[in-house]
Structures are given as structure tokens and as C-alpha cells.
């Protein structure tokens, strides 16, 4: 009906489809631009509730997130709205839209349609790498829920955009009352009144990924489901177990994808139940957003296409989608080599297994991480696996392909040399920048190691390749 | 690092996915329930085609609003003639096609009213887990039978109670009865009866009712009916 507003410097904005909606309003596109419209709703005086919003907003101008996907408020809106204008990213739709399931839908399909376990986890750990990246810096994001969260609309895409930035707050800051999304705000938020933190956003955070990986909110089981409004209410409210409570089963769901641990990690699995049973009462036992992110990369690391069918599976693992048993994969495993500085020359020769030890000295740690790698489609190892500290986690250093049998080719996209080493030592590969090698696998020798390094002695981190059949695990 | 394949207290894990169909959680329905005035009267000025491409496109709209939250779904009741018959039962939204109503008779809002009271009672029509209804009272005229015992019932049942109530009046012919009529429907000082005493206004109203109704569905709590917003109001009165 309302096809237009304005704002305080009187230009006109012609609204567009909806993008989000808040716990306070509505995010529209503006039609022909990159911007989108926050409009709040009304409850009682304009004039009050404008004040807020703009002292709310300059704080935020004034916080360290420029180079972080969250969008930037511009300008205030003029009467009678009460709302701002603020950046947008072309080809993005909300998450609610794109990654919960729709109406009657053919689920299977659809979750495989929309990207499927690789892109939701690819998609949640952005998220959460972007809400740790906040907390960082001291600021809170205080409504993680899948209508502020926008993701790229090709499914082949997964970059995020966070639209609700009038939210952000200094997590020292306690004079607003917590603005949350129902479902979503943490128990201390719901029912104790507390303010936003780091540890409700990681809680919201934990439910959307739920939410998200599985087609089925963590709260709402069976009987919440077709139990009337109040039920719900009670879910959301969580004065009932999560679905898969480890003691408690009571709230059991049959909803979304069945089987849910095969879709996981071992971590993963382990922090949903941290979150939503020790941590709903105690926000400290809660995985931060730090946790999450690097957990769901080191996921999105060990996930690889099913051949039988167009889902994804983890390395070694049977496919959860059409049970296809797994034939050989190859895996990176990710070490950290210490330098002598580290450990002493003596410790490292007594060491019982000397095929873990680089030249003399030193020792190699796991790192653990473990990368598998798909036959036919080159891996992009990046400063996040190469890299003991990184400014940049996704800066790529060098692209593995494999042919599915007993060939790897590595391939240098960094800006530093790195050295192939075969398993026994005895040969020592130099690639420059922009160059490349193949080695062969064998059964009966040590896997060969890439060191992201010139330097065998110095602390550095190095990949090992294997390929494990079926009748072994990762490890 | 890998997880473990399953665990005893989920016997389906072994299933591959593919194979059991699994299902997500279906939307809680949202109904919406229009008491559409179809006496012969509504033929004037062609107040009924009005009425009927208002209510499509309502539906419409309706059925484009995709939110996990709530799925709306439609009814109607028209009245005409000696009696009110239900002319579209409640079904989803994003699978109605509007039959238009043709004007008859008298004005049988009692009988409308008794109808609406069975079918929100009725849990196969509006399921225990749907949210809180909207129901709509269209009306250009006085009521031709014994309307006050029914809209007692109506407003003392428990969804009858519960519900959104929004009327309008269409035309000329709303006198003092009349509005009284609608009034006690309304029953909320609060939310006044709409007038559309120039047909032109008519999807107007149902441009507003469109935008209630949507904003409930994407509404983090539907259940909570938003304040009227009096600016909005003011050109409809």
C-alpha cells in the first residue's frame, strides 16, 4: 500500500520486495539501488522512539566494523516513519526464505536443491566467523535469527550480510533492554530479563545453525508442533528439553532430517549439546561464536561428494543421503610442526615413532584438522590450514587435486615457497610461487608432507596425504 | 574428529535420508475467515464485483506470503437470500481459486454469524495448533433476520472471542442499525467499523485487511495483534 518513504534529507525511496523482519520491523529493498529501508515499529510517541534509534545508530557509526559484512546505517528516515537507510549487497535474500524449508515441499530435494550440508555449513560458518569477529572487537550483534541474516540467492554462492546493525551494541553497555527473536533470544534474555552478550548471540547462533542444518528447530519437537500457540510459546521459552536432550526425551522430534549426528562432526554434535543443556541455564559452558566458526570450517574440511548420489558425506564415512558405503578418499591431515626451539634434540630422538619427526629435530603435532579431498576437483588449501597465525584465514596458499587414484598434484597459488617432503625424508621438493609437482601415493611407504615453509626446522604447519579406504576412520 | 555413525536412541539413523521422506514441521495455520454480504442489494453499482475481485486479490496476496511461522488459510461465508451457506471452506491460501459470489435476496446476518460460530468451534477446520483467527464481516445493509441471540454466541465462544473482528459497511445504505450491527461485531472501542460508502473504497479496505493479515504471518509472534496505527486508519472511517 505504502509504496514509498522518504528520508531526513528528503530524497524519496521507492520500497521494494521485503527482505527481513526484526523482533522491531521490516527491511525492504529499495527499488534500482543498493540500499535497503529499516522501518521500527510504532508503540507509542514518534518522537521518542526516533531519539533512541538515532543515538543508537551513531553509536554504531562509531564502532570498528567497516570491513565486516554488516550493513552500514546511512541517514535517518523523515516522518512518519521511524527507521534509516542503510547499505545492501546485490542478489541477496534473506536466510528464512532460501534455507528454511517452504511449504509443502519435497525436502530431500529441496535441502540438495539449495546448496545441501556443504553450503549450509560453508554459509554458517561465515556467520559465525562474522559474529566472533565482532565480539573481537567488544560489539554484540544481540538478534542473530534468519530474517536478519541475508545469504547470496545463487546456491552456488555463499556469502552472508547482516541486516539489523541499529541491534549492535558495546557488550559493556547495559542501558537498552535485549530486542530478540522469539525462538531464538536466549533463556537468560526471555525469561531473566538480562542484557545482550556474546554468549546470546552465540546461543541464537546455535539454534539458526540447528535450524538450518537440519530442516528442524532444536525446541520444537513432535508434540510442540501440533500442540496449540501456548505450547510453542513454552518451547521458545525453553521450559522443555531440546529435541535430542541426552537423559530427557520428551520433547523427541521425528521433523527434518533424520539421523542428525551423520550430518556433524563429532564437535559439532558435542556443541549443540553444550549449548542447549548445560549452557542454557549457564551461558559460560556455551561454545563461543569463535568455537563455532572454526569447528563448521574444519566440517565444511571433511565433507566431500558422494559418487552414488548428488549429496555430501564426510571422508570415510558411509553417505547419510543414499547410503552408498565409502570407497577411497584421500585426507589431508593437518600438522603442526614445532621447531627445536620447541622441544629438545634429545626428546626428539627418543621419540617411538621416528616417522613423525621432520629430519632431527622438532616434532610434528596434530593440528587436528583433517581435509578430504574430492577426485576430479582441486582443493584450495588456505592460511587458515597452512598458517599458525593468520591475518587472513582464507588467503589461499596451494590447490591439491587428486585423480582418484594414486596421484596428487600440488600446486603453489601463495606468495611463499613451500616444500614437498616425501615420507621417508630422503627427497625434498622446492616449489616457488606459481609452480607445481605430482607425487605418488603409496600403501606401503609414510605419507609425503607439503610444509608450508622453506625452513624444515622452523615452527610451521604441514599437511600429510593419505588415502584411507573404507575399513578405516579418519584418524 | 569424524562423528560416530549413529547412536541406539535413534533407531531411524541407518536409514539413508533418501529413503524415509522425511518431512519439516508444517506452518501453524493462520485463518481467515470473510462474512461477505451477497443480498440482492450488492448488485447496485456493482458493489458485488467489486467485492469479489477485492476479496481475489486479497487472496492473492494471501497466497504469496511465505513465512515458516504461519500459513494462512481462507474461508467464506456468504449470506443471501433466506440463508448463509459456506462458500469456500477453509483451505490454504496457496490453493484457492475465488468463485464469485452472485447477489440475492435478503440480508441474513444471524445466519452468517451462527455458521461462523460452528465452523471456528469445528477442530478440523481450524486445528487446536492454528493461531488465533481474523474473521471479516462485509455488510451494505440491516440485518432481515434475528441477528442479536447469534452474535451473542458468536462473541462468547472461545474463537468468536478470541478472534481479529474487523467489518466494513459498503454504501448508502448504513443507518444507525446497521452500524450497530457492526459495532457489536467489532465489539473493541478501539477498532472502529470501516466505511466504504463509495464502492471505490472497497479494495481499500481489503488493501488494508491484505496488510494486517501479512504482517501477522511474518510477525515473530502472530499471536499478538499489532496496534492499530490511527494515521492509517483516519482515510477509512
Not at chain 1, 535474500?93 to 524449508?101: A, S
Not at chain 2, 490453493?95 to 435476496?105: E, K
Not at chain 2, 462468547?156 to 478470541?162: H, I, L, M, P
Amino acid at each position: 500500500m505504502e509504496a514509498t518513504v522518504r528520508d531526513v534529507r528528503g530524497r524519496t525511496l521507492p520500497l521494494a520486495e521485503r527482505l527481513g523482519h526484526g523482533a522491531e520491523g521490516h527491511v525492504n529493498r529499495v527499488r534500482d539501488s543498493p540500499l535497503a529501508v529499516k522501518r521500527l515499529f510504532l508503540r507509542g510517541s514518534r518522537a521518542h522512539h526516533a531519539g533512541l534509534l538515532e543515538e543508537r545508530l551513531r553509536a554504531v557509526a562509531r564502532m570498528p566494523i567497516e570491513d565486516l559484512p554488516v550493513a552500514r546505517p546511512l541517514v535517518m528516515l523523515a516522518e512518519p516513519d521511524v527507521g534509516f537507510v542503510m547499505e545492501l549487497l546485490d542478489d541477496m535474500v534473506p536466510l528464512e526464505q532460501q534455507m528454511l524449508p517452504p511449504y509443502e515441499v519435497e525436502l530431500v530435494a529441496w535441502y540438495l536443491a539449495t546448496g545441501g550440508l556443504r553450503r549450509r555449513l560453508r554459509v554458517l560458518a561465515r556467520l559465525a566467523g562474522t559474529l566472533a569477529a565482532l565480539h573481537s572487537r567488544g560489539v554484540v550483534y544481540g538478534d542473530p535469527s534468519p530474517g536478519n541474516v541475508l545469504v547470496s540467492e545463487p546456491t552456488d554462492q555463499d556469502q552472508i550480510w547482516l541486516v539489523d546493525p541499529d541491534n549492535l551494541a558495546v557488550e559493556s553497555d547495559g542501558s537498552r533492554s535485549a530486542v530478540y527473536t522469539p525462538g531464538y533470544g536466549a533463556p537468560e534474555l526471555v525469561s531473566r530479563g538480562s542484557r545482550i552478550s556474546t554468549l546470546s548471540d552465540a546461543f541464537a547462533f546455535a539454534v539458526l545453525a540447528h535450524h538450518t542444518l537440519f530442516a528442524a528447530h532444536p525446541f520444537v519437537g513432535d508434540e510442540v508442533d501440533d500442540g496449540p500457540v501456548e505450547l510453542e510459546e513454552a518451547a521458545h521459552a525453553y521450559r522443555m528439553p531440546w529435541i535430542d536432550h541426552s537423559e530427557d526425551r520428551s520433547n523427541a522430534s521425528t521433523l527434518g532430517l533424520p539421523g542428525r549426528q551423520r550430518l556433524l562432526t563429532r564437535t559439532l554434535t558435542g556443541y549443540f549439546r553444550a549449548t542447549f543443556e548445560e549452557g542454557l541455564r549457564a551461558p559460560a559452558r556455551r561454545p563461543s561464536c569463535a568455537d563455532w566458526a572454526t569447528a563448521l570450517w574444519q566440517a565444511v574440511d571433511a565433507l566431500i561428494s558422494c559418487r552414488s548420489c548428488s549429496g555430501h558425506r564426510f571422508a570415510a564415512r558411509a553417505c547419510p543421503w543414499c547410503g552408498a558405503t565409502p570407497g577411497s578418499d584421500l585426507v589431508c591431515r593437518v600438522w603442526l610442526h614445532a621447531g627445536p626451539d620447541v622441544f629438545s634434540l634429545a626428546r626428539a630422538e627418543e621419540a617411538p615413532d621416528p616417522g613423525r619427526v621432520v629430519g632431527a629435530r622438532g616434532w610434528n603435532i596434530p593440528a587436528g584438522e583433517l581435509v578430504a579431498i574430492d577426485s576430479g576437483r582441486p582443493f584450495e588449501l588456505t592460511a587458515r590450514h597452512g598458517e599458525i597465525r593468520s591475518d587472513d584465514p582464507h588467503r589461499p596458499l596451494s590447490t591439491v587435486s587428486w585423480d582418484g587414484g594414486s596421484r596428487v598434484r600440488v600446486a603453489n597459488v601463495g606468495v611463499r615457497a613451500v616444500l614437498l617432503v616425501s615420507g621417508d625424508g630422503q627427497v625434498h621438493r622446492r616449489l616457488p610461487p606459481g609452480r607445481d609437482a605430482e607425487i605418488e601415493l603409496r600403501p606401503d611407504v609414510p605419507p609425503w608432507r607439503l610444509c608450508f615453509t622453506s625452513d624444515p626446522l622452523s615452527p610451521h604447519r604441514q599437511v600429510t596425504f593419505d588415502v584411507v579406504g573404507p575399513a578405516r576412520t579418519g584418524r | 574428529m569424524i562423528g560416530e555413525e549413529s547412536t541406539p536412541s535413534e533407531p531411524q539413523a541407518a536409514e539413508p535420508i533418501m529413503s524415509v521422506r522425511p518431512r519439516s514441521a508444517t506452518p501453524r495455520p493462520l485463518p481467515v475467515l470473510v462474512l461477505a454480504d451477497a443480498s440482492g442489494s450488492m448488485a447496485e453499482d456493482d458493489k458485488i464485483g467489486v467485492l469479489n475481485r477485492s476479496i481475489a486479490a486479497m487472496f492473492r496476496d494471501f497466497a504469496a506470503q511465505d513465512s515458516p511461522r504461519g500459513l494462512i488459510h481462507v474461508g467464506a461465508i456468504a449470506f443471501a437470500g433466506e440463508e448463509a451457506r459456506l462458500h469456500l471452506p477453509m483451505t490454504p491460501a496457496p490453493s484457492v481459486a475465488w468463485r464469485d459470489l452472485q447477489p440475492f435476496g435478503r440480508t441474513p446476518i444471524g445466519a452468517a454469524l451462527s455458521l461462523a460460530t460452528e465452523l471456528l468451534a469445528d477442530d478440523r477446520v481450524v486445528p487446536g495448533r492454528a493461531f488465533t483467527p481474523t474473521v471479516i464481516l462485509v455488510s451494505d445493509g440491516r440485518p432481515t433476520d434475528e441477528w442479536q441471540r447469534e452474535m451473542e454466541r458468536f462473541l462468547d465462544s472461545k474463537r468468536g472471542r478470541g478472534a481479529l473482528r474487523i467489518a466494513v459497511g459498503i454504501g448508502q445504505d448504513i443507518d444507525e442499525e446497521a452500524q450497530h450491527v457492526l459495532e457489536t461485531f467489532v465489539a473493541n472501542p478501539a477498532m472502529p467499523v470501516f466505511r466504504a460508502q463509495d464502492v471505490n473504497r472497497i479494495p481499500q479496505f481489503f488493501r488494508w485487511v491484505t496488510m494486517r493479515v501479512t504482517e501477522r504471518v511474518h510477525s515473530v509472534k502472530p499471536d499478538t495483534i499489532p496496534p492499530l496505527d490511527p494515521q492509517e486508519l483516519q482515510d477509512l472511517i
